[in-house]
């Protein structure tokens, strides 16, 4: 069966780095876009960045951009997103999920994506 599995947050001070992870098992990663979302209490799911299926392409929200990386290890069928210069506004857990449509390039709309983690916790303070 198709499964997604976060891990890799914590507690990081500001400025601190983090790598998540998301692996995957069912399916092979690399012909589908992946993205990464997360969602704060009381807030609204963000999509933050994401990965095309057959392009690679990514893109990046500009709340991060220039601070957080999407990445794919094909061999590991697992997808990476490193977080850099984290800022207390991070906090949140981050989930990973899949568009099963083929899609050459991704989004950050929540509605494309069918597959989904568990979610792993990110928070970051002094």
């Known amino acids: 069966q198709v499964q997604l599995v976060e891990s890799g947050g914590g507690l990081v001070q500001p400025g601190g780095s983090l790598r998540l992870s998301c692996a995957a098992s069912g399916f092979t990663l690399d012909s589908f876009a992946v993205a990464w979302f997360r969602q704060a209490p009381g807030k609204e799911r963000e999509g933050i960045s994401c990965i095309g299926g057959s392009t690679g392409i990514t893109e990046s929200a500009d709340s991060v951009k220039g601070r957080f990386t999407i990445s794919r290890d094909n061999a590991k069928n697992t997808v990476y997103l490193q977080m850099n210069s984290l800022k207390p506004e991070d906090t949140a857990r981050y989930f990973c999920?899949?568009?099963?449509?083929?899609?050459?390039?991704?989004?950050?709309?929540?509605?494309?994506?069918?597959?989904w983690g568990q979610g792993t916790q990110v928070t970051v303070s002094s």
């Open positions: 999920a899949v568009d099963p449509s083929y899609a050459a390039y991704c989004g950050l709309t929540f509605y494309d994506y069918n597959y």
